[in-house]
């Protein structure tokens, strides 16, 4: 098989037994991004070069050794919104053009202890800001199984370059399903852990309060390998949990789900759902139920209000967030300018996108003097019940399954002139971010038109194990993650 195709642990495994060399790892990796990379532009930043010399100072370290990290060697792309010590950070924005960070986000960091290889950085919607990558200052990324659709957003450009196999995986960041929206719709494994659960510290905040990193990967195991390496608490991150980190890999070691209790929320199964993405969730419902799972109904009354509640708080934050892009510290400056506020103006003016500059204006307004309690204060009372929902189904509950998407990935330019449509496409997402729970997205069936389906199992808070044991159990019975894009 072509080491391209390789899941990280079948890479891992491979190299620590000095069957391939961290040379010949990028090498393959390098020649298929050559040949797909024009075609679906997963990457912002390359850094080819590196990529080689790293390696080959490796293989020349471990010559006679084999004794390796879990992740030396791995081929892994980064999102453009995770500080990379001397790799370009752009957000996908003009604003950050140019910056080059100083130091490495702690996920970042954690790689590179165990001596990981930077391909390159990946592709967003500009700050992390929409569903679909259009927003990217330098151009969509496409979907690899159609390259006339979205790969999904922001983290598309990192599930696009996993499911076209141009690394072995990838980490990508999720605000409200901005890991799990793009892994289902490009038929991937996206993994959101738990608020706290993983450092938040390099991340280019989007809303602190919901922001998470985690890992995009070729299959469930593999998202178990990477959050091992990144998960645990970091003093520089005021939010990180200061609480044991498991060994996920044990949690793959049950092949079925006896005493699981699994929850369906009857309220993501309403009017707007595609007919496929319905008949493909409700048949991995019922495979569940063959694994020994005992599947249950149950409620999520204020699923209808986490949309209106999530687009209030997070272009709150954003608003206050990217305050800090003013043309004075770092980014771009604009030039000819009058004075000090006309500096500002004009920098934020030029370095901006659209849909940025909607969200900021959105959340000074309901941040204003009189609009704070009647929007502001209002919607953060109703994440409260939003998460009193959620921890009255986990008390009958272990799982909730529930679709990761309303429909399979749309067209490019189809809903780019409509911001509600987009904004309805993490639905099914959104109300977990609010709660600051886990969840992962894997794939569970295709459209009739061949797209990728992927269903999304949620736990309680700080049980990733749970989620990753019953979506494990799923994979292993089912094929639909090994199917592979063809790219034209």
């Known amino acids: 098989m072509s080491i391209h195709k390789l899941s990280l642990c079948e890479l891992q495994k491979k190299f620590s037994a000095g069957e391939v060399s961290a040379a010949e790892i990028v090498r393959a990796y390098a020649l298929r991004i050559g040949q797909v990379e024009p075609k679906v532009k997963a990457f912002v930043t390359q850094v080819k070069d590196a990529a080689s010399a790293q390696a080959e100072a490796l293989d020349r370290h471990l010559k006679g050794w084999r004794k390796t990290k879990p992740l030396t060697g791995m081929p892994l792309a980064i999102k453009d919104n995770l500080c990379t010590e001397g790799v370009a950070t ?55 199984w159609d390259l006339h659709r979205v790969p999904g957003g922001s983290s598309g450009g990192s599930a696009a370059a996993v499911a076209a196999d141009e690394c072995v995986a990838a980490l990508g960041s999720d605000t409200g399903g901005s890991i799990r929206q793009p892994a289902a719709f490009c038929g991937v494994v996206g993994l959101k852990p738990t608020y706290g659960r993983v450092s938040r ?46 060994d996920y890999m044990k949690a793959l070691a049950k092949k079925d789900l006896k005493k699981v209790r699994v929850g369906v929320p009857r309220e993501f199964f309403a009017e707007g759902l595609d007919p496929d993405v319905a008949h493909a969730v409700t048949a991995a419902i019922e495979e569940l139920k063959q694994l020994g799972a005992e599947i249950k109904e149950i409620q999520l009354p204020r699923t209808d209000a986490a949309v209106a509640v999530y687009y209030v708080l997070a272009t709150a934050e954003a608003s206050s967030n990217l305050a800090r892009f003013d043309g004075v510290k770092f980014g771009l400056r604009a030039k000819e300018t009058k004075d000090l506020l006309d500096l500002y103006m004009k920098t934020r003016q030029e370095g901006f996108g659209p849909e940025v500059k909607r969200r900021i204006m959105l959340g000074t307004y309901v941040l204003s003097a009189g609009y704070y309690d009647a929007y502001y204060g209002k919607a953060q009372a109703v994440r409260t019940l939003v998460c009193q929902d959620f921890a009255a189904a986990f008390k009958e509950v272990d799982v909730i399954v529930t679709p990761a998407t309303p429909t399979p990935a749309f067209k490019l330019g189809e809903k780019s002139e409509d911001p509600l449509q987009m904004y309805l496409s993490d639905i099914f997402t959104i109300s977990v971010n609010l709660a600051g729970l886990p969840a992962i997205a894997l794939p569970c069936g295709v459209s009739r038109g061949g797209l990728p389906i992927g269903m999304q199992l949620i736990g309680r808070a700080f049980e990733e194990e749970t989620i990753l044991r019953a979506a494990h159990a799923y994979e292993q019975a089912t094929q639909w993650h090994l199917r592979k894009p063809v790219i034209r």
């Open 90 to 144: 752009t957000c996908s924005s003009r604003m950050l053009q140019h910056f080059v960070p100083p130091y490495d986000a702690t996920v970042v960091a954690r790689l590179r202890e165990q001596d990981y290889i930077l391909l390159g950085k990946t592709n967003l919607d500009e700050f992390a800001m929409g569903s679909s990558t259009e927003n990217s200052a330098f151009g969509p990324s496409r979907n690899p």
């Open 201 to 246: 510290y390099g991340l280019v905040a989007f809303a602190s309060s919901l922001d998470q990193i985690g890992p995009i990967t070729k299959d469930v195991r593999d998202a178990a390998f990477l959050l091992n390496a990144i998960a645990g608490h970091d003093p520089m991150d005021s939010t990180s949990a200061d609480r044991p980190v498991p």
